[in-house]
């Protein structure tokens, strides 16, 4: 769980997961208007490495084969 807290006085208004959210603080009065985030999107098989290679290009031909 995520905790929630103001964005003007940093007190802590609750914990949960939420998709939309608002919630007015006791100690200060904001109104605090939260929304989850877009998870990112993975492609199945998508590697997970940041950074970019530009130019780079890896021969196949120093990949193992299985032996028969």
Known sequence: MEEIRCGACSRKLGEGVYIRLSIKCPRCGVM????????????????????????????????QTSSR
């Not at 989850?36 to 997970?48: D, I, L, Y």
């Not at 130019?55 to 990949?63: C, E, I, P």
């Open 32 to 63: 605090n208007s939260l929304r989850a985030e877009s998870p990112t999107s993975e492609r199945h098989g998508a590697s997970n490495v940041t950074g970019t290679h530009h130019g780079t290009h890896h021969s196949l031909d120093r990949r």
